[in-house]
């Protein structure tokens, strides 16, 4: 089976941070036996034609030093900080389009188009080109969703279009396809994604420390990971640090990069805890997974954002628990399909410090209960958040996706007098 995954944005050069868990669909699906490949755009006219042994086609859109639509950031954000990148979406829209052209002449089996706003559109011209022979899966995240439905409503017709002349439609938590359905009419199948970063039994350090292993006046110590963007809520986390220390010494680290960065050390500086958080920006997959390990719990403090916008499932939550870290979340958006609250981590109201600090230093005082939490998150991540049920998932709807495409394509032909 050939398949087409067609992106926003793919790690440009090795070593390259962005888009982890889409690199490792993509690599495991070609361990399965699956000829995946990907079609995203170009990055300053340039980007690798192979990431860890995947093909990759790029499509130019400008001239090299404008093609910064896509990749440091996501295009509605880069469009609201700098109205000017707008004139480029008629030109990453043509480009996009003529490749996808190019690669449905190819006739894959199946073009999956992620994110499609507006990325059905080169699905459908993917799917024209190969005689509509291919056919075309289409996957959300919420994000688009939400920015549709409640900010750009003039984009509904195409939102339902693209959800509707889809053979197969996927989700990547329960809300976001309860979601789809709301906003689309289309039934979407529940296909999350599972953890980029290794399962954290070993590594340059040896066996993972087991957390809270400090004693009771050891620094707790706590993660954040993730883009430094609005709905993950890390100031919140910010401001419940005093409350912890009042009780305990305790260091966070954020690992990230991000336009709320300024946001976020404004509010280190009133919470008078510059002293307390460390700012890593990105760092490569063997130091994360260090990080991951020398944590005693890592923290998703995720909220609604002005957009409307939240966390569609958070795939580091996956990342910690196969890492034997506990984990504590907001109760908002696709985190409940990971966290069962108080069996394999924990969830807090989003937007209150008081509740997220008061959970910290609950799991703190209870070291064998909090390892046992971990255990059972490490657990529910290895087994039900697993790439083997992640790709099962998906080889089912390519397979529905095919299924119906047959069936429409010889209706086609017998309408069009061209068989029986």
């Not at 209960?369 to 089912?396: I, M, N, P, Q, Y």
Request: charged share 25%.
């Amino acid at each position: 089976m050939r398949i087409v995954h067609v992106v926003t944005a793919f790690p440009r050069h090795p070593g390259d941070v962005i888009t982890p868990w889409m690199v490792e669909l993509v690599r495991r699906s070609r361990e399965r036996g699956l000829d995946a490949r990907v079609l995203a755009p170009a990055y300053r006219g340039d980007g690798a034609l192979e990431v860890e042994g995947i093909p990759v086609r790029r499509f130019r859109y400008a001239p090299a030093p404008w093609e910064t639509l896509t990749h440091d950031e996501t295009v509605p954000d880069r469009i609201r900080r700098s109205p000017t990148f707008a004139g480029l979406v008629p030109l990453y829209l043509l480009g996009g389009c003529a490749a996808s052209l190019a690669a449905g002449r190819e006739r894959p089996d199946i073009v999956h188009v992620h994110w499609p706003m507006p990325h059905a559109l080169f699905g459908a011209a993917a799917r024209w080109a190969s005689g509509r022979r291919s056919a075309l899966v289409c996957s959300f995240y919420s994000v688009e969703l939400t920015w549709v439905s409640r900010r750009m409503r003039w984009l509904l017709p195409f939102l339902r279009w693209s959800a509707r002349t889809a053979d197969q439609v996927t989700a990547i938590s329960h809300p976001t396809a309860n979601l789809v359905r709301e906003v689309t009419g289309v039934e979407a199948r529940v296909v999350p994604f599972a953890a980029a970063v290794g399962d954290g039994s070993t590594g340059e350090d040896g066996e993972a420390r087991p957390p809270l292993s400090g004693g009771p006046g050891a620094p707790l110590e706590l993660l954040f990971v993730g883009r430094l963007v609005e709905r993950k809520g890390v100031e919140v986390m910010i401001r419940a640090l005093p409350a912890i220390l009042r009780r305990r010494p305790a260091h966070l680290t954020v690992v990230g990069e991000g336009e709320w960065e300024p946001v976020i050390r404004e509010a280190i500086r009133e919470a008078g805890v510059e002293e307390r958080v460390r700012l890593t920006g990105y760092v490569s997959r063997q130091t994360l997974a260090r990080l991951y390990r020398q944590a005693d719990m890592f923290v998703l403090p995720a909220v609604v954002d002005r957009k409307g916008d939240t966390e569609g499932l958070g795939v580091v939550l996956l990342e910690a628990m196969r890492q034997g870290r506990p984990v504590l979340a907001s109760r908002v958006g696709g985190i409940p399909d990971i966290v069962v609250h108080d069996r394999s981590g924990w969830l807090v109201p989003p937007g209150d410090p008081e509740a997220l600090a008061d959970a910290v230093l609950r799991a703190a005082a209870d070291p064998n209960r909090t390892r046992a939490v971990a255990r059972e998150g490490r657990r529910r991540a290895v087994e039900d958040f697993s790439w083997d049920r992640v790709l099962d998932g998906l080889e089912d709807a390519y397979a529905a996706a095919l299924a119906r495409r047959s069936v429409g394509g010889r209706r086609h032909h017998r309408q069009a007098g061209v068989g029986g």
